[in-house]
């Protein structure tokens, strides 16, 4: 079985590939050599965002790769602090500058924030509509979205995002936000994939991964894939960027599947915040 990553079509007609890389918390020092590294491996997604400090090395990565623009499917995010239209505006122009791109292929807004802004995301939504109309970004979606948000967006916008990227991982199956998506064609992406490393020595995946020949960290992306979910786990490791990047060459039946999504903790199983109340707004 040849490993190669399918594309997941996306509502607006695009595509993205199933499996990415991602770049939370790389050092920007060390940001360009990790994703020259995926790149070569044969990663064509890159996950970033203003708040990680490292859009600019990541362009910089793509560019010192010999590879086309074109080739390289690109995400990034709007920070917290710039929800107002004026404001998102500007920093969407500071992300394609530090990129030095003049589209990116996926322009998310990071957080909903429901509790500042006056409780309106909808503004920034529509904001993030002219960067799609305007063909900077070819695709707009959210991130950390739960579903009324997405049911105020379904009824105050005019686009429907092309993705919604969340925490999901087997302790926090996050099924309900996944399900909304699933039946109004929005993709999810799924962010802490292998829940920062927390599930690698579960039992239950261990086991799974003795049966099938495969590390813990392939058999917890297989999951992901067979579930259908975009993921682009994180690593500054070379060995485990080409680890995580082969895993579209074996499958797991219905019973390992289950197994794993047995494993779903609930509220408790999240590593990072809740988006209901999370309202971070970096100094
Ligand atoms: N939208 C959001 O709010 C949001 C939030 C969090 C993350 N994200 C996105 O999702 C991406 C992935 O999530 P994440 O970075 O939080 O966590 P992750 O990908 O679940 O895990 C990364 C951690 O696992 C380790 N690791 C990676 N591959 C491994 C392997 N094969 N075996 C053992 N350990 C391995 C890495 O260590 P080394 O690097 O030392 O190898 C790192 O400590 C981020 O980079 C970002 O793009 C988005």
Redesign the pocket.
Known sequence: MANTVPDISLNDGNTIPQLGF????IEPKDTAEAVGRALEIGYRHI???EM?GNEAEVGEGIRASGLDRSEVFVTS?LNNGFHRPEDARRAFESTLAALKTDYVDLF?I??PLPTRYDGDFVSTWKTLEEFQRDGRARSIGV??FQVPHLERLAAEADVVPAVN?I?V?PYFTNEQVRAYGNTHGIPTEA???????RV?DDPTVVDIAEQVGR????VVLRWHVQRGDIV??????PK?IE??FRIFDFTLDDTAMERISGLDKGEPGR??PNPDVFDYIPA
């Not at 991602?22 to 918390?25: C, D, L, N, R, Y």
């Not at 962010?191 to 490393?197: L, Y």
């Not at 682009?232 to 490791?237: G, L, N, R, Y």
């Open positions: 991602g770049v939370f918390q996950d970033t965002a990680y995010k998310l990071h957080w991130s950390n990227q925490e991982h962010w802490s994939p292998i829940a920062q490393g690698l590390t813990p960290a392939q682009f786990p994180k690593s500054t490791t485990r680890e995580n590593t990072g």
